[in-house]
């Protein structure tokens, strides 16, 4: 196969298409991210010292919370405040716990601090008020006197914190209200209104977008609100079969292998379509598509509560991964931010975490290996490929990078890039697998992990790249 790279100077690959998610959901953050400051788990003020430095390694850059569902029934008045007089609710979506609301605002920010990234906060329009969001911003944006200001400071935070992007609901089509598109647009434009900026950095307010292929909801709501926003949302989950009939994440056979993958590459024409409505009301492109929840949604593990939403992740999921982000690198103009679900033990996570045990999984290695398209410039290309190989090609500081994924089961892959600037190989690294389900447990941690890649060679204006089957690989040229 052979790929013609271009001296057309393409759209930067945003940081924040790397971005992750993190709900109150089974055991994403009370024993994945949280363990609490008593804990005999390592830990920094609560935070797990093992899932930090992990999660830092990828350059996270952008970190969504407190949901998805979980954020149209959060109060956040709820969660500051000495925890022993914190109020304890059900999670009424997932599993019917109670949460006790040791992890809030404070908490989430000082998590934020430990990665280093930035912040995106999730308001409550389904089952909150006007005024309930307009105080947390005040309480954590606003740097003069103000009620809510001199309370974040008795709770002893004395400085306000950085918030860049702020969601006006989530799912409002759905969990967070039910609601039509012209009723949420509405909506959107009241409480926006009230997410101040107090301080000098403008919050990017993000409206709640379709799901899946709901163009009409797209169309109504950019016609009435877009000049309101700076973002709007998309969800779309990479499926096996029918929502509610979820094939399972290991031991699946060979034609759960391709459906999934069919369904990640879904994600091509669906920001396509809901682009070119974008379009008609923005043509400027002003407005960012921002896809805050996706990933494989498959069968929870057995044995495990099926409101946790823990699943299994193997070398598929890294296909899934990988597919998917080529995806949003051929679409940077459009696409500002992306929040793979979940950061850790929820659907498809980077981490899973049992007591003081953590593995990182197949999708953590692809998120590792493609760290290096963050910020850098996208290199058009021409040629032809088939349909089980996708590929990006960017560049920064030097170095032109080449990332492909062959997710055939059985065929190696070889793709020539002509015009690739064929200096010296910088580094050269993959993940593969012996099985379609292989994957890493608490056993055996290191099935799948990153390798040195000895298949690429160079000649004058090309780079050679023999891919095996089920791989992820990342070379590295001087430019």
């Known amino acids: 196969m052979k790929v013609t790279l271009t001296d057309q100077q393409g759209p930067k690959i945003s940081k924040y298409i790397y971005g992750h998610f993190a709900e109150h959901l089974g055991r994403c953050i ?70 006790n609301n040791h992890f809030g605002t404070h908490e989430f920010f000082e998590l934020t601090k430990q990665l280093g990234c930035e912040v995106y906060v999730n308001g409550n329009v389904g089952s909150g008020t006007v005024q309930e969001m307009q105080e947390w911003v005040e309480y954590m944006t606003m740097g003069g006197e103000s009620p809510m200001a001199n309370l974040r400071r008795e709770n002893g935070q004395e400085e306000p914190w950085s918030v860049k992007f702020f969601g006006v609901g989530n799912e409002s089509w759905g969990c967070g209200g039910n609601m039509r598109p012209e009723y949420y647009a509405d909506e959107y434009r009241r409480y926006q209104t009230y997410v101040r900026q107090y301080g000098t950095e403008k919050i990017y307010k993000i409206a709640c977008g379709p799901n899946i292929d709901d163009y009409n909801w797209m169309d109504k709501v950019m016609q009435i609100a877009a000049p309101f926003m700076d973002g709007i949302s998309l969800h779309h989950y990479a499926l096996t079969g029918e929502w509610l009939d979820k094939g399972p994440a290991t031991g699946f056979k060979e034609d759960h292998w391709w459906s999934l993958l069919k369904s990640a590459q879904k994600m091509d024409e669906l920001i396509t379509k809901h682009s070119t409505i974008m379009d008609k009301y923005d043509p400027e492109k002003r407005v960012g598509l921002i896809v805050d929840e996706w990933g494989s949604w498959l069968a929870v593990e057995p044995g495990t509560n099926p409101g946790f939403l823990y699943q299994q992740n193997t070398i598929r999921d890294a296909m899934v991964a990988a597919v998917t982000l080529n995806i949003f690198h051929k679409h940077a103009e459009r696409v500002h931010m992306a929040n793979i679900a979940q950061t850790v033990n929820v659907l498809q996570s980077m981490i899973l975490t049992e007591g003081d045990q953590m593995v990182k999984t197949p999708s953590y290695h692809v998120f590792d290996l493609y760290k290096v398209h963050q910020e850098a410039e996208l290199v058009s290309s021409y040629g032809e490929t088939d349909d089980t190989v996708s590929y990006t090609v960017s560049k920064k500081n030097g170095l032109v990078s080449i990332s492909v994924c062959n997710f055939s089961l059985d065929e190696e892959k070889t793709l020539d890039f002509s015009g690739a600037y064929s200096g010296k190989v910088v580094d050269a690294r993959y993940i593969t697998a012996e099985t379609m389900d292989a994957h890493n447990d608490f056993d055996h941690p290191e ?4 390798q040195s890649f000895d298949g690429v060679s160079t000649t004058d204006e090309t780079v050679s790249l023999t891919v095996p089957p089920m791989s992820v690989v990342t070379v590295q040229i001087e430019q």
């Open 30 to 99: 009370y024993e994945g991210l949280y363990v609490g400051e008593d804990s005999s788990i390592p830990n920094v003020n609560g935070m797990r010292i093992d899932v930090v430095e992990a999660l830092k390694n990828i350059q996270i850059p952008v970190l969504r919370w407190p949901g998805g569902c979980f954020a149209d029934e959060y109060h956040w008045k709820d969660g500051i405040g000495p925890k022993e007089n914190r109020k304890k609710i059900v999670n009424t979506h997932w599993g019917g716990v109670t949460e």
């Open 447 to 450: 099935t799948i992990t990153i």
